[in-house]
């Protein structure tokens, strides 16, 4: 596989040495002329230094022959050039861009973008879950990050305990899909009682997430 | 709302040298309501006292912006900013998100005219026309 890393600076270090020792053919494209030396003497991959959103520059570094391209620049507008030149001109299906600002990803995608992903909306989701609880563990976002897959301990002091989950008025964005017990897997029903010590996966919409885990712990601070 | 057949609602991205000049010329007529979006409220300066449009402060690459704008309601956007891809994110958005009628941006870098084109843009570069302009001058005074 070949790919085009463009922009982007100590992230990309990571990238390269996990990607050259996975055996990919690399590119890296980046305006940084100091950063271009000390990589080009480090790896055996290809190193560019110039804007990778022109396109004479994409078309010198042998972007026709790229499977992948990576745009990690720090402008938005830039990193969607650089995919869309990779994809409409170039016809290359697999474009990554990093955006800032989140509103962004659906208009990317929109936009052809095959996948976009805004590290300072995951870093500020991840924090926000931090601070709300720490009960949750393996959480993880699905469909395109509007829904949450997480897992919750059902402790002592719960007001869901006993109670059947028809009892419980969880939001309509969210459901009990399976609860563990005893190393057993339960898949619930509306009869199902809720134990002390169980651990319950749920599906729930981004939104009602806190709510939801509201209605599980009782208070949150 | 009730909108003279004639009257257009533009909506002008950057308000530097070109765009304030488009402004300015553009809100002289009547029939034009005009909006200039620039991410400086010192651009503004820029404008003449008899500018008669709106001035919005803010980043215009946030889709928000342009919403608040009213960009469902433009007939014309013109991105002027001094950044290529800004402009050319600007006019995709409008374009294929809002559905905006006539779009049109600014391209500093002729190289990326090409690129432009093939995503169905329409682009205006200065450095392009100016030296068609030249060559042209030359050409008719000959040697």
């Known amino acids: ?221 | 709302m009730s909108r003279k057949i004639n009257e257009q609602y533009i909506i002008i991205v950057g308000c530097g040298r070109l765009g304030a000049y488009l402004a300015n010329s553009l809100s002289e007529r009547k029939e034009n309501s005009v909006v200039v979006i620039d991410r400086k409220d010192t651009a503004f300066q820029r404008l003449k006292t008899s500018f008669s449009g709106f001035m919005v402060e803010a980043d215009a690459i946030e889709s928000e912006v342009l919403k608040n704008a009213k960009i469902q309601k433009a007939d014309v956007l013109v991105a002027t900013t001094n950044d290529d891809n800004t402009n050319i994110m600007i006019a995709q958005i409008a374009k294929s998100l809002f559905n905006v009628n006539h779009v049109i941006a600014r391209l500093i870098d002729p190289s990326r005219e090409r690129v432009y084109s093939e995503l169905g843009i329409e682009t205006i570069s200065p450095t392009a026309l100016s030296a068609i302009e030249i060559e042209r001058l030359i050409l008719e005074k000959g040697v």
């Open chain 1, 1 to 221: 596989m070949n790919i085009f890393i463009i922009g982007g600076k100590r992230e990309v270090y990571f990238l390269v040495k996990s990607f050259t020792s996975k055996g990919y053919q690399l590119t890296i494209i980046n305006q940084d002329v100091e950063f271009c030396k000390k990589m080009s003497r480090q790896f055996k991959i290809t190193v560019v230094n110039g804007d990778g959103s022109k396109p004479f520059i994409l078309d010198e570094a042998g972007i026709a022959y790229a499977d992948m391209v990576i745009a990690l620049t720090d402008s938005d507008p830039d990193n969607l050039v650089i995919c869309q030149i990779a994809e409409k001109i170039y016809g290359i299906k697999k474009t990554f861009a990093i955006v800032s600002d989140p509103e962004n990803i659906k208009i990317f995608m929109q936009l052809g973008v095959e996948t976009v992903i805004s590290t300072s909306y995951i870093i500020s989701s991840i924090i926000e879950q931090r601070a709300i609880v720490d009960d949750i563990k393996n959480l993880t976002h699905i469909g395109e990050g509007n829904v949450a897959l997480m897992e919750v301990d059902v402790t002592n002091d719960n007001p869901v305990i006993g109670k059947r989950i028809h009892e419980i008025h969880f939001p309509e964005q969210a459901i009990i899909s399976c609860i563990m017990r005893d190393g057993k897997t339960v898949i619930p029903t509306g009869k199902t009682e809720i134990m002390e010590d169980d651990h319950l996966i749920i599906i729930s919409e981004l939104k009602v997430q806190s709510e939801v885990l509201k209605i599980i712990k009782g208070k949150v601070d």
